[in-house]
T-cell receptor, first 114, second 114 residues
Framework: DSGVTQTPKHLITATGQRVTLRCSPR?????VYWYQQSLDQGLQFLIQ???????AKGNILERFSAQQFPDLHSELNLSSLELGDSALYFC?????????????FGEGSRLTVL | AQSVAQPEDQVNVAEGNPLTVKCTYS??????LFWYVQYPNRGLQFLLK??????LVKGSYGFEAEFNKSQTSFHLKKPSALVSDSALYFC????????????FGKGTRLSVIA
């Protein structure tokens, strides 16, 4: 158990809908990262937050947004969903914004868009 | 831009034989290098990392990896494979400097056959 909690584990929705994925980092971790895992693209970095502020942005679509709250949990919002958004979404956390530090991953939220 | 290449989608090895999972990277400046493992329906788990110092890094579950700066490689190795090592393995890199995220390869599926 990594200590990172993600909900929901599975989510099935329709095209055009909006969903919110939630992540609780390990106790004390200030950095939260979101990654998307799909069969054809592998593991793609979406966005990082550190202590409530956006720190780095990757291949995140404009239809997607995220935030980190004062209690350090984070939410990833996906809107106007398309079939291609079906993927496994991972949250990871680390103690600080240390470049040498390893990330601790949750078990992911599997999104299926029908 | 930084990138990771895992040239083999699949590696098959007999139980008890040594295994190697290959990784090459591209990054500006010096790298931080990581290996993660993903078991079915689970998140990624940290195996080992190279920061600086000895080119041979030892990690969890008997795995080790060798950093080769001239070949920009960081191959994962284990002297004697177990069936339980069967999983998806990811190599990842980030630069010493700059605000770049951890970038992952596409993964190599290791299958250890009894």
């Amino acid at each position: 158990d990594s200590g990172v909690t993600q909900t929901p584990k599975h989510l099935i929705t329709a095209t055009g809908q909006r969903v919110t994925l939630r992540c609780s980092p390990r106790s004390g971790d200030l950095s939260v990262y979101w990654y998307q895992q799909s069969l054809d693209q592998g593991l793609q970095f979406l966005i990082q937050y550190y202590n409530g502020e956006e720190r780095a942005k990757g291949n995140i679509l404009e239809r997607f947004s995220a935030q980190q709250f004062p209690d350090l949990h984070s939410e990833l919002n996906l809107s106007s969903l398309e079939l291609g958004d079906s993927a496994l979404y991972f949250c990871a956390s680390s103690a600080r914004d240390l470049r040498a530090g390893e990330l601790f991953f949750g078990e992911g939220s599997r999104l299926t868009v029908l | 831009a930084q990138s990771v290449a895992q040239p083999e989608d699949q590696v098959n090895v007999a139980e008890g034989n040594p295994l190697t999972v290959k990784c090459t990277y591209s990054v500006s400046g010096n790298p931080y290098l990581f290996w993660y493992v993903q078991y079915p329906n689970r998140g990624l788990q940290f195996l080992l990392k190279y920061i600086t110092g000895d080119n041979l890094v030892k990690g969890s579950y008997g795995f080790e990896a060798e950093f080769n700066k001239s070949q920009t490689s960081f191959h994962l190795k284990k002297p004697s494979a177990l069936v339980s090592d069967s999983a998806l393995y990811f190599c990842a890199v980030r630069s010493y400097s700059g605000n770049t995220p951890l970038v992952f390869g596409k993964g190599t599926r290791l299958s250890v056959i009894a």
